[in-house]
């Protein structure tokens, strides 16, 4: 794996990184990683919101599906006990 060090970066553009990377839920190293994977290949990668979102906009349910949904039992599971 290769590493590249930038010099002379402003600092107001090393802050808008650190935001940006906390937005996300990673390290600022993480963030700088995913901006060049995206901006050097474009469109390769799955972004699974939006696949998500297109699926739910596709699904046609009934007013008897979507009553069932909503009324389903929401009670979080009993976490397995492993030993």
């Given amino acids: 794996m290769a590493r590249l060090t930038v010099r002379d970066l402003p600092d107001d553009v090393r802050e808008a990184l650190r935001v940006r990377a ?13 901006i060049l994977i995206d901006v050097v290949f474009p469109g390769t990668q799955v972004q699974i919101g939006s ?8 699904a046609t349910l009934t007013d008897d599906e979507v009553d069932r949904l909503a ?10 006990e492993l030993g």
């Fill in 22 to 34: 906390a937005q996300h839920g990673r390290s600022t190293e993480a963030e700088v990683r995913q």
């Fill in 51 to 58: 696949l998500l979102a297109d699926i739910g906009r596709e």
């Fill in 71 to 80: 009324a389903r039992d929401r009670t979080p599971a009993t976490p397995l």
